[in-house]
């Protein structure tokens, strides 16, 4: 199976345009980049005014949540997480965790992700989520362990490990809650369980300044980063949810193998604050993240990334968070999976956007990064998306039901809506 597009433009993860030029896809790779290439056995696209792109990563989700999109709105933090979220959350059947990420997995590639990092309970729905739809995703199996003991969930966690360990749309990790689910203890537990499994973990640290404040009071003074570190957290490949209350003091324990995952819509939404994250960008390594459609409403990395910009620029910051940088944000999240993409060149995984930039929402082009990153509706403006040389997204069409995913996704929503809230004795 060949593809050949023709007279594209050429968008890099770094954000140089090249223009005119053909790009031959073969056994799911890219084969080659040049000027008037010609191959007989390929499928010929003519892609003149088109602009294609490596495929956008969204490094932070909870594709389940996708089922409760719209639930808990106007509510503070605690109260969308207590009192909203997690009594409905907590209730959560097999179908509704599987329905939940079919439809996240739906709407992600029709805006152009071609792979996400996950932190969700029961990886294996996910993976058949992402199996099912071709889209790629690098799993973390949550586990909670305040009350000391997580053996069984961690036994889960570890088959589920084992299980994806060689598999082409999955990549497994680990995923301890955080250091505010997890005692110390378990945090150094399973963080040794990675190292053994020879994978990463993915965890939320620093979400909250009240985080970081019980933080210090109950560990001697040490910030949430602190005691990750303590547990070893930092020495394995390491996805920081949010990171949103980083300190300058916090910059020590981290490394070029740890990624912040940012989430910029959900911070705004549910008032958390400004934190470091934007004070030390330059020291930190950021990709942009979702945090799941309970608290973003989309899994959007247009949307998350815009929104970065113009929070960073918002105070008398025009200059910085330049449309290079954003976009390198977008693109970031490659590094730091194991699918062999992100980059225009031979060898490369072929995980591409086609971008039609024509439209009344982008027209006229100036500049590409500025119609993508401020005026673009990705949805619209991704024609099609390319997965290991396999189109998941064609000519503005998802290449799977999406008409049942919808159905069956609303389906449950109206179950979990009439099993009700509860009463949950876990409190965040
Ligand atoms: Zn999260």
């Known amino acids: 199976m060949k593809t050949l597009f023709k007279n594209a433009n050429l968008i890099d993860e770094t954000g ?14 890219i084969a080659d980049i040049g000027e008037n290439l010609c191959r007989d056995d390929a499928e010929v696209i003519d892609c003149t005014d088109r602009f294609i792109t490596p495929g956008f990563v969204s490094m932070h989700c909870h594709t389940p949540m996708n089922i409760f999109k719209g639930i808990a709105e106007d509510v503070n933090i605690d109260d969308w997480f207590n009192k909203e979220l997690w009594p409905y959350e907590s209730k959560m059947q097999d179908e509704d965790i599987y329905w939940g990420a079919k439809l996240a997995c739906a709407e ?30 690098d799993i973390a199996w949550t586990i909670f362990g305040f009350g000391g003991d997580c053996s069984e969930e961690l036994a889960r966690a570890t088959k589920f490990c084992e299980d994806y360990k060689n598999a082409e749309l999955v990549n497994p990790r680990m995923g301890p809650h955080s250091p505010y689910m997890c005692s110390p ?24 300044k009240a985080q970081v404040d019980t933080s210090k009071e109950l560990h001697g003074g040490k910030t949430p980063f602190e005691v990750v570190n303590d547990a070893g957290g930092f020495d394995v490949p390491c996805i920081v949810g949010h990171g949103l209350w980083v300190e300058e003091e916090d910059l020590k324990y981290i490394n070029e193998k740890t990624v912040f995952a940012v989430s910029p819509k959900t911070y705004t939404k549910l008032g958390m604050g400004a934190g470091g994250l934007w004070t030390y960008k330059d020291k930190i390594n950021i990709a942009s993240g979702n945090d799941g459609s309970a608290s973003s409403n989309s899994i959007d990395v247009v949307k998350q990334m815009r929104m970065f910009a113009l929070l960073g620029k918002w105070d008398d910051n025009a200059e910085g968070f330049t449309l290079k940088e954003i976009w390198q944000y977008m693109m970031n999240g490659h590094k730091y999976l194991n699918f062999n993409s992100g980059k225009l060149q031979k060898g490369c995984a072929a995980d591409l956007n086609i971008f039609n930039l024509n439209t009344v929402a982008t027209a006229p082009v100036y ?9 673009s509706v990705p949805s619209v403006n991704i024609t099609d998306v390319m997965i290991n040389g396999k189109f998941v997204k064609r000519n503005g069409k998802l290449a799977f039901d999406e008409k049942e995913i919808v159905e069956k996704a609303s389906a449950c929503a109206k179950e979990i809506y009439a099993r009700g809230r509860g009463v949950t004795k876990l409190y965040f």
């Open 16 to 29: 140089e345009v090249k223009t005119n030029l053909d790009l031959l896809v073969a056994d799911g790779v």
């Open 108 to 137: 992600m590639i029709n805006n152009g992700v071609t792979a996400f990092a996950d932190h969700y309970f029961k990886g294996h729905l996910i993976a058949q989520a992402c199996e099912e739809t071709g889209i790629k995703g």
């Open 185 to 208: 203890a378990v945090l150094k537990e399973i963080v040794d369980k990675a190292k053994e499994l020879g994978v990463g973990i993915h965890l939320h640290v620093s979400e909250t």
């Open 367 to 375: 500049n590409p990064l500025a119609a993508i990153i401020y005026s």
